[in-house]
């Protein structure tokens, strides 16, 4: 019996993945010349990832979306040295990448705890420098938020992506009309027999162009980055998303998900990856399905079916092709069977090139002891 729980990541207000905030180091005391006395240094401001905290929350409660760390104190008869001031902590959600105004990485929050330091606060005056205190370091940073999950949905508009989501961890994603579906990031976990839990990210769905930041773009795709794994859903019928635009086949869907992926970022692309062929209650469905387990094993063959710009460099390999119908609950549970083996596949892997790494330095080592 597989147990079901779901998460929802908007609570209240509309979902917040991006956040800008102003940071100023504290400034440093003074230091007092006639005794040689050294000002305090100012207080530094640091970002720590918390636990239950969102950017919505910290939008609501910092409104001004100013952090100051406090100033250093003055060196004085009674203490020649003067207090540091206080270091000002700004909570944050994890999964949190911190980056400069043109994008610059300043670090990265991925446990609970994690640390970055913002603004160093100034120096306090001392011998060194004519006993005058220096300001703290200012700068407006970002907080990116990319969800961590252990698969991400990856599908167009109206391929089932929320339906099979409810249907894996009973989720209940609140959906929109085109150009793209989920409003708001959505996880479901599925707790295994062996209390072995799997997270699943629903995202907003991808139109054609949106590498190039059309429909949620770069917000639904940067997303993408931090799974381990990606399942990719497509209508096994095809689908048009609106009167003005082409009809795409299954073949098609695949191809185009994973050009839009490519031009992202190649190493996105490059993901272990699982498809899922949704709505087989429909008419036909199974002979769409073979059609489709044909062109998948030849793509190459039918690459005149795509716009040539839109052609993949590699075509993607599925570790499992599974077909399910959301709507009806056919294939769900060998679908959760198929994950469940992928990532205990991947997790193998990865722990036997740890392995291979550890044994390769001791040997290095050994070798530089003769």
């Given at each position: ?159 089932g992506k929320s339906s099979l989501l409810t249907a894996l961890s009973n989720a209940t994603p609140q959906v929109a009309s085109y150009a793209f579906t989920t409003l708001r990031p959505e996880i479901g976990k599925v707790m295994y027999p062996d209390y072995k839990q799997i997270s699943i990210a629903d995202l907003p769905g991808l139109i054609e162009g949106a590498y190039m930041n059309k429909g949620m773009g770069h917000k639904f795709l940067k997303h993408v980055e931090r799974t381990k794994q990606l399942l990719f859903v497509v209508d096994v019928c095809g ?132």
């Open positions: 019996m597989v147990h079901i729980s779901r998460i929802c990541l908007r609570k209240y207000g509309n979902f917040v993945d991006n956040l800008r905030l102003y940071v100023r180091g504290g400034g440093g005391g003074m230091g007092l010349p006639r005794l040689g006395g050294q000002g305090g240094n100012g207080g530094d401001v640091w970002v720590v990832a918390k636990k239950n905290m969102t950017l919505k929350r910290i939008k609501d409660k910092y409104p001004l979306k100013r952090f100051v760390g406090g100033s250093g104190g003055n060196s004085s008869v009674r203490a020649l040295k003067g207090e540091k001031g206080t270091d000002v902590e700004v909570p944050a959600p994890v999964g949190i990448a911190v980056t400069t105004d043109d994008g610059r990485i300043v670090g990265d929050l991925n446990e609970e705890g994690d640390r970055v330091l913002v603004a160093k606060g100034g120096s306090g005056g001392s011998l060194y420098s004519a006993f005058e205190p220096t300001k703290g370091q200012a700068k407006h940073i970002r907080l990116d938020l990319k969800l961590i999950a252990d698969l991400g949905l990856v599908g167009f508009p109206n391929a689908f048009q998303l609106a009167s003005k635009t082409p009809f795409r086949s299954a073949f098609e869907a695949v191809q185009l998900l994973s050009k839009e992926l490519e031009l992202y970022k190649e190493e996105v692309a490059s993901k272990p990856a699982i498809l899922v062929v949704n709505k087989m209650d429909l008419p036909d469905a199974e002979d769409k399905l073979a059609e489709l387990k044909e062109q998948l094993k030849n793509p190459e063959e039918f690459s005149d079916l795509l716009p040539g710009d839109m052609i993949p460099k590699n075509y993607m390999t599925f570790r499992h092709v599974v077909p399910v119908s959301a709507m009806t609950g056919l294939g769900i549970d060998h679908l959760k069977s198929c994950i469940r083996q992928s990532l205990d596949e991947e997790a193998t892997l990865k722990s036997s090139d740890v392995l291979q790494e550890k044994l390769l330095r001791l040997r290095s080592m050994s070798f530089c002891t003769k």
